[in-house]
């Protein structure tokens, strides 16, 4: 993730934010604030220290999940985007446009590890295509999901 310029967003498209430079410690986080703010088992988290957050379109607003810590969302659509502690800001990594380049490479939080995410891995896969004869309407569905690269007009009418 050297010297590198990466994009990426809200699901609805209303923010968009570029980081240029290093980006370094990327993670998830297990503890149960993580879990509530993203809706998720953990939260995948990457600095931005050392690195030039820029908000490009719209910005997050806040909710203080603690006297230390605020988490950033859309307040449109609801995707969360970042931790802002008073040590700098780290974005969620399933927003970038890229999140593969992204791997994470720290656990925290593990005391609120719910058990069985490592057993995520062992359970029976299916494709999406897989599933249309059970949702015929996967057939016909439109997403209104910003695209995984930057707009110059969005939502396109
Ligand atoms: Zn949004
Ligand atoms: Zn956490």
């Given amino acids: 993730m050297s010297d590198s310029v990466l994009t990426g967003g809200c699901q609805c498209g209303a923010i968009r934010f570029r ?15 993580c879990q509530k703010a993203f809706g998720g088992f953990y939260a995948p988290l990457v600095n931005t220290k050392g690195a030039k957050l820029v908000w490009t379109r719209g910005r997050p607003k806040h909710f203080a999940s603690s006297n ?48 069985y995410t490592d057993t995520i891995p062992s359970l029976p896969a299916r494709l999406t295509a897989d599933d249309i004869i059970a949702a015929p309407f996967l057939d016909k569905l439109v997403s209104y999901q910003h695209p995984d690269h930057d707009t110059d007009i969005w939502p396109v009418k």
Avoid: W
């Fill in 19 to 33: 980081v240029e430079g290093d980006l370094k410690d990327a993670s998830v986080c297990h503890c149960r604030m």
């Fill in 68 to 115: 230390f810590v605020n988490r950033g969302f859309c307040a449109d659509c609801g995707t969360p985007l970042t931790y802002e502690a008073p040590d700098g800001v780290a974005l969620a990594i399933g927003a970038f446009d890229h999140p593969e380049k992204i791997s994470p490479t720290m656990q925290f939080g593990i005391e609120g590890k719910l058990p």
